[in-house]
Antibody, heavy 121, light 108 residues
Framework: EVQLVESEGGLVQPGGSLRLSCAAS????????MHWVRQFPGKGLMWVSR????????SYADPVKGRFTISRDNAKNTLFLEMNRLRVDDTAVYYC??????????????WGQGVLVTVSS | SYDLTQPPSVSVSPGQPARITCSGD??????VYWYQQRSGQAPILVIF???KRPSGTPERFSGSSSGTMATLTISGAQVEDEADYYC???????????FGTGTTLTVL
């Protein structure tokens, strides 16, 4: 069974940093493109970032470019999202999401349970 | 980036068909994906590549796409189908993803 389990989120002050992690199991992690998707308090979804299997190719949504970094440790089946210079409008539930194998696009076929990140003073 | 527009809400009676639309200028050249999100839960994929059902998606769910509009149809909506539904596709470069504005389906 595919499982994606995110680490706890938290409350961060504007300008602060936070690192999310996602432990994957039930599939050959290194073969899959992985994504982060966030959901704002008003319910809208926004794709944040993605990486291919060996992190040779990454991509970011414009609002997070230059502030967020996606990475992975294939030996530990773990996906990361390093978030720096956080802003109030980064407040959201962050989901770890599995993509596919090989050339994109892929559907998002498995989602983690999501973790809440709150940016507030 | 570009917008995918969905109606904010759709309401049907149990057993009646429910249709949720998703419009976007780039859809003629893109695959559309549909996600269901029940209250308090993470989204799940219900349709991929316009019209394909993952294993586990009930047969009453179908998808279609024509021109600038994609449609998710539930042939006979059930109470358990009450959820938010989001369409999605890739961005203008093909390297990013875009979600629709979301539609709340009420079945009562």
């Amino acid at each position: 069974e595919v499982q994606l389990v995110e680490s706890e989120g938290g409350l961060v002050q504007p300008g602060g940093s936070l690192r999310l992690s996602c432990a994957a199991s039930g599939f050959t992690f290194r073969d899959y493109w992985m994504h982060w998707v966030r959901q704002f308090p008003g319910k809208g979804l926004m794709w944040v970032s993605r990486t291919n299997g060996d992190v040779s190719s990454t991509s970011y949504a414009d609002p997070v470019k230059g502030r967020f970094t996606i990475s992975r440790d294939n030996a530990k089946n773990t996906l990361f999202l390093e978030m720096n210079r956080l802003r109030v409008d980064d407040t959201a539930v962050y989901y770890c999401v599995r993509g596919g194998i090989g050339v994109a696009p892929h559907p998002f076929d498995h989602w983690g349970q999501g973790v809440l990140v709150t940016v507030s003073s | 980036s570009y917008d995918l527009t969905q109606p904010p809400s759709v309401s049907v009676s149990p057993g009646q068909p429910a249709r949720i639309t998703c419009s976007g200028d780039a859809l003629p050249t893109k695959y559309v994906y549909w996600y269901q999100q029940r209250s308090g839960q993470a989204p799940i994929l219900v349709i991929f590549e316009d019209s394909k059902r993952p294993s586990g998606t009930p047969e009453r769910f179908s998808g279609s796409s024509s021109g600038t509009m994609a449609t998710l149809t539930i042939s006979g909506a059930q109470v358990e189908d009450e959820a938010d539904y989001y369409c999605s596709t890739t961005g203008s470069t093909g390297d990013q993803y875009v979600f629709g504005t979301g539609t709340t389906l009420t079945v009562l």
